[in-house]
């Protein structure tokens, strides 16, 4: 690509992608709110380092549900311009801020998450180096995503230790302030503290969980010689149960529609409409006067009529995530085919109580 091509493309992702207003600042530049003018489509944009901007480029080729799809990735002399999808959610600090302290199982079910999103990310032999609450990020189906890249590596074979000090206090491994080679295992080091801090609020050094198992868990996570630690997520998992790691994701997944973020107004709206719902079944049951072989079929889809919508249009058993091509299809777009969907069930059911 000459220069002028170059510049035309940075014209293009600046003209495409227009900001909304700032998100956070970060050494090599803000990160932006932005909309796409062609689409109306939320993004987030951001300046990282050249050497981020080669992880982002690759990243643009993954499908993994606990990774926000990559949209654009644009060189500049010395930075990188990256553009992605918008997930609308809070992140784990937020959560954190807004709930206290975890309970187990719900720890382990966001820590399973996490541990899956870091399994993509060194199996491609990368390192986040800064995994904390701020950057995992829960979407509102509660979907952990792995976010903010940019600082992250790829693993270097031989390199003795890291040339630049990077990583949050508290988070960062020992390794990061340039005692030796950053590798998968201070991604391990910063999820023990992070573990930690979801189940204790508190860094390891401050408090460690009162459940053994986890407690147990934390103290190997972050053992000051990368050696003593976990090889990889893998033994982490196992560590934690990974045999209940289904049935858990289950329990989460089919707590009733409107309770599942503990949010008042939620349970409030979802009271009225199972409410509203419930009268409705009831009517229809009363009213109907046909044949009585029929009263079965007509009960059957008028429960349909009622109660499909509901289950998806709030992503019921997270029935889009199974589909991972719908993981790429914008939030907005995929609401839309929720609402279709919902009145195509519905139509069905109302000719089958004709």
């Given at each position: 690509?000459?220069?002028?091509?170059?510049?035309?493309?940075?014209?293009?992702?600046?003209?495409?992608?227009?900001?909304?207003?700032?998100?956070?600042?970060?050494?090599?530049?803000?990160?932006?709110?932005?909309r796409?003018?062609?689409?109306n489509?939320?993004?987030?944009?951001?300046?990282?380092?050249?050497?981020?901007?080669?992880?982002?480029?690759?990243?643009?080729?993954?499908?993994?549900?606990?990774?926000?799809?990559?949209?654009?990735?644009c060189?500049?002399?010395?930075?990188c311009?990256?553009?992605?999808?918008?997930?609308?959610?809070?992140?784990?600090?937020?959560?954190?801020?807004?709930?206290?302290?975890?309970?187990?199982?719900?720890?382990?079910?966001?820590?399973?998450?996490?541990?899956?999103?870091?399994?993509?990310?060194?199996?491609?032999?990368?390192?986040?180096?800064?995994?904390?609450?701020?950057?995992?990020?829960?979407?509102?189906?509660?979907?952990?995503?792995?976010?903010?890249?940019?600082?992250?590596?790829?693993?270097?074979v031989?390199?003795?230790?890291?040339?630049?000090?990077?990583?949050?206090a508290?988070?960062?491994?020992?390794?990061?302030?340039?005692?030796?080679?950053?590798?998968?295992?201070t991604?391990?080091?910063?999820?023990?503290?992070?573990?930690?801090?979801?189940?204790?609020g508190?860094?390891?050094n401050?408090?460690?969980?009162?459940?053994?198992?986890?407690?147990?868990?934390?103290?190997?996570?972050?053992?000051?010689?990368?050696?003593?630690?976990?090889?990889?997520?893998?033994?982490?998992?196992?560590?934690?149960?990974?045999?209940?790691?289904?049935?858990?994701?289950?329990t989460?997944?089919?707590?009733?529609?409107?309770?599942?973020?503990?949010?008042?107004?939620?349970?409030?709206?979802?009271?009225?409409?199972y409410?509203?719902?419930?009268?409705?079944?009831?009517?229809?049951?009363?009213m109907?006067?046909?044949?009585?072989?029929?009263?079965?079929?007509?009960?059957?889809?008028?429960?349909?009529?009622?109660?499909?919508?509901?289950?998806?249009?709030?992503?019921?058993?997270?029935?889009?995530?199974?589909?991972?091509f719908?993981?790429r299809?914008?939030?907005?777009?995929?609401?839309?085919?929720?609402?279709?969907?919902?009145?195509?069930?519905?139509?069905?059911?109302?000719?089958?109580?004709?």
């Open positions: 690509m000459n220069m002028q091509q170059h510049e035309d493309e940075i014209n293009r992702i600046e003209n495409t992608y227009k900001n909304i207003k700032p998100l956070s600042k970060n050494p090599t530049g803000n990160t932006y709110l932005a796409n003018v062609n689409t489509e939320l993004v987030v944009k951001k300046q990282v380092s050249l050497e981020a901007g080669e992880i982002y480029g690759k990243l643009q080729k993954l499908d993994s549900e606990h990774l926000v799809p990559v949209l654009e990735v060189f500049e002399t010395d930075k311009i990256i553009v992605e999808r918008y997930i609308p959610g809070e992140t784990m600090e937020q959560y954190l801020e807004r709930k206290g302290i975890l309970a187990d199982d719900e720890a382990k079910f966001f820590a399973m998450q996490i541990l899956e999103g870091l399994a993509v990310i060194h199996k491609n032999g990368w390192i986040h180096r800064d995994i904390t609450p701020s950057n995992i990020l829960i979407s509102q189906e509660g979907v952990v995503k792995i976010i903010d890249f940019g600082i992250a590596r790829t693993k270097k031989n390199k003795s230790k890291d040339t630049t000090i990077l990583g949050t508290g988070y960062a491994a020992p390794e990061q302030f340039g005692f030796t080679q950053t590798d998968a295992k991604d391990i080091y910063a999820f023990g503290v992070l573990l930690n801090q979801m189940l204790t508190t860094l390891p401050e408090q460690l969980p009162k459940n053994r198992q986890y407690r147990k868990i934390v103290k190997k996570c972050t053992k000051m010689e990368p050696k003593s630690r976990y090889f990889s997520v893998v033994e982490i998992k196992i560590a934690m149960g990974k045999k209940t790691e289904r049935r858990l994701w289950e989460d997944c089919t707590i009733i529609p409107g309770f599942r973020r503990d949010i008042l107004w939620h349970k409030i709206v979802a009271v009225f409409v409410i509203y719902n419930l009268i409705g079944l009831i009517t229809v049951g009363v109907y006067r046909g044949p009585g072989p029929k009263l079965g079929l007509v009960y059957f889809c008028n429960l349909v009529f009622w109660i499909a919508p509901i289950l998806i249009m709030t992503n019921f058993l997270r029935w889009e995530n199974r589909v991972k719908y993981r299809i914008p939030f907005g777009l995929r609401i839309l085919i929720r609402v279709i969907l919902s009145l195509v069930v519905m139509g069905l059911a109302t000719i089958g109580m004709m």
